[in-house]
């Protein structure tokens, strides 16, 4: 297996990894949602508030995941990982937690601050989140699991409260993702 920075030329494919795996997982309707929702990400955010990653294996693309910045009044720099999808013959063999932490790891390197997700406290805790209260850090949107609402910090032990709002890019800005 191989873990790389995606490219250009693998919009469609990665498009067709998220909407064949949550598809299996979640139904027809949620596959095309979030895979409408991974095609915007790629082809209108910028690439600096920006990051893909993807798992290859004979050159098949067999997992892929996205960070995308988040904003804040106090100008932390912090990404939020939004989605993460693994095709589902693969899943349960840690190529996602592999895969998550080699996205960490180079966000690290580009100096961001604060990694956020929301999902499964269960599954994202065994790459470092831990579950973060909206009083300490507020979402984008509304939660409707506010129990999913996770970080990490990667400039010190716990991520210090941040007043104000956050914001994320236009293509995680909808309600229904949340």
Same mark, same amino acid.
């Given at each position: 297996m191989k873990l790389s920075t995606y490219s250009p030329s693998m919009i469609d494919d990665i498009k067709q990894l998220f909407i064949k795996t949550f598809s299996?997982?979640?139904?027809q309707e949620e596959g095309l949602v979030i895979g409408t929702f991974v095609h915007d990400?790629?082809?209108?955010?910028?690439?600096?508030? +920006?990051?893909?990653?993807?798992?290859?294996?004979?050159?098949?693309?067999?997992?892929?995941?996205?960070?995308?910045?988040?904003?804040?009044?106090n100008k932390v720099v *912090?990404?939020?990982?939004?989605?993460? *999808?693994?095709k589902t013959s693969y899943q349960g063999k840690g190529i996602g937690q592999k895969l998550i932490e080699f996205g960490l790891n180079a966000l690290k390197e580009k100096g961001v601050e604060l990694a956020f997700t929301y999902g499964d406290p269960n599954f994202y805790s065994k790459v &470092?989140?831990?579950?973060?209260?909206?009083?300490?850090?507020? *979402?984008?949107?509304? +939660?409707?699991?506010?129990?999913?609402?996770? &970080?990490q910090s990667f400039i010190g032990d716990e991520i210090e409260p941040i007043t104000g709002n956050s914001h994320c890019v236009d293509a995680l800005n909808k309600p229904e993702l949340w």
């Open positions: 299996d997982s979640e139904g990400l790629m082809m209108r955010t910028d690439s600096d508030d +920006l990051y893909g990653f993807v798992a290859t294996e004979n050159q098949q693309i067999i997992g892929g995941i996205f960070f995308s910045r988040m904003t804040f009044e *912090a990404f939020i990982l939004s989605p993460v *999808a693994i &470092g989140f831990s579950t973060i209260p909206e009083k300490l850090v507020k *979402a984008p949107l509304p +939660l409707t699991y506010p129990e999913g609402w996770l &970080g």
